[in-house]
């Protein structure tokens, strides 16, 4: 009887995964060979495959493979695709409507998600970071942000928390990064912080070296996006942790795997949070960061 017991649970526990490690397995799609997307790939690997990294997993590579991948994912009758970045998020999407797609590393999540699509998005809730925020910077009670209309959304959502929060949300809409500059000398006198939001049509290397410098000169704190953007002249940066995003897809594939509906799993924000702080800016700006929150950082550049 005990022997039997012992059986039905270990099935229950390994079912998901059997499923899944079956004929076909799991396809997934990078779309392309970058740090941040092999860390997510991992994670995700950890989290279906266990300790005993059993279980097949195919990996494609759009940027090599390109519209060949569709015929070899066809090819391999996978039980589910992960699609890792927004490339191959997008073309698992357009491309996959008879197997579950289960995406990480991409903003905007909802627009991605369908009957048989979900996932992770890259996005921090915007509350976390400001209330971390608060703590570094407790006298900061306005908050620059420059949008496009590509990021009105996420300009919304900050303008909202700030309101629930006792803070001012200062915004100003601009089309590309090119008229970043002029934006914020428009407005470095109204605000005690700048808050960097996604958005590729605003933010590329060109434009936020001037923001950077702008804000240092101006003694304005710049809250980044990545720990690249803390090492280069922000004062705090937050970012997901990239391979707990591929956890968290991994987990949602295993509930999939145990007959869960793709559309009954609404997507998912990153559940941990990496935070970078740069003394050396902080000292520049006269900014003392509380012990506590050193302690916290991910990484500290001194």
């Not at 890259?122 to 908050?143: N, T, V």
């Not at 803390?230 to 004062?235: D, K, P, Q, V």
């Not at 949602?252 to 740069?278: D, F, H, T």
Request: with cysteine.
């Amino acid at each position: 009887m005990q022997r039997l017991l012992a059986a039905a649970i270990c099935l229950l526990l390994f079912a998901p995964w059997s499923s899944l490690a079956g004929h076909g397995g799991v396809s997934a799609i990078l779309s392309s060979d970058i740090p941040p997307y092999r860390q997510a790939f991992d994670g995700f690997k950890s989290a279906v495959q266990g300790e005993n990294g059993g279980g097949r997993i195919v990996e494609h590579n759009l940027r090599i493979e390109g519209d060949g991948a569709m015929e070899r994912i066809a090819a391999e009758h996978p039980l589910l695709v992960f699609a890792v970045g927004p490339e191959a998020s997008k073309f698992a999407r357009e491309r996959m409507k008879n197997v579950p797609v289960v995406f990480a590393m991409v903003l905007n999540a909802e627009s991605l998600a369908g009957a048989n699509v979900t996932g992770v998005s890259l996005e921090i809730s915007m509350r976390a970071k400001l209330e971390r925020i608060r703590k570094i910077l407790p006298d900061a009670r306005r908050i620059g942000v420059v949008y496009s209309p590509a990021s009105a959304p996420l300009y919304r959502e900050v303008a909202q928390q700030c309101r629930g929060m006792g803070l001012q949300a200062v915004g100003r809409e601009i089309p590309t990064g090119k008229e970043l500059h002029e934006a914020f000398d428009a407005m470095k006198e109204q605000i005690d912080l700048f808050l960097m939001i996604p958005d590729t049509k605003i933010y590329f290397p060109k434009s936020i070296e001037h923001l950077l410098m702008d804000g240092l000169k101006h003694r304005v704190p710049v809250v980044g996006l990545a720990s690249s953007y803390t090492r280069a002249g922000a004062i705090v940066s937050f970012e997901a942790d990239y391979a707990d995003l591929g956890r968290q897809a991994g987990e949602m594939a295993l509930r999939i795997a145990g007959g869960e509906k793709p559309s009954r799993i609404e997507p998912a924000r990153p559940k941990r949070v990496k935070m970078s702080i740069n003394l050396v800016v902080a000292e520049r700006l006269g900014i003392r960061v509380p012990p506590e929150i050193l302690r916290e950082a991910s990484d500290v550049y001194r």
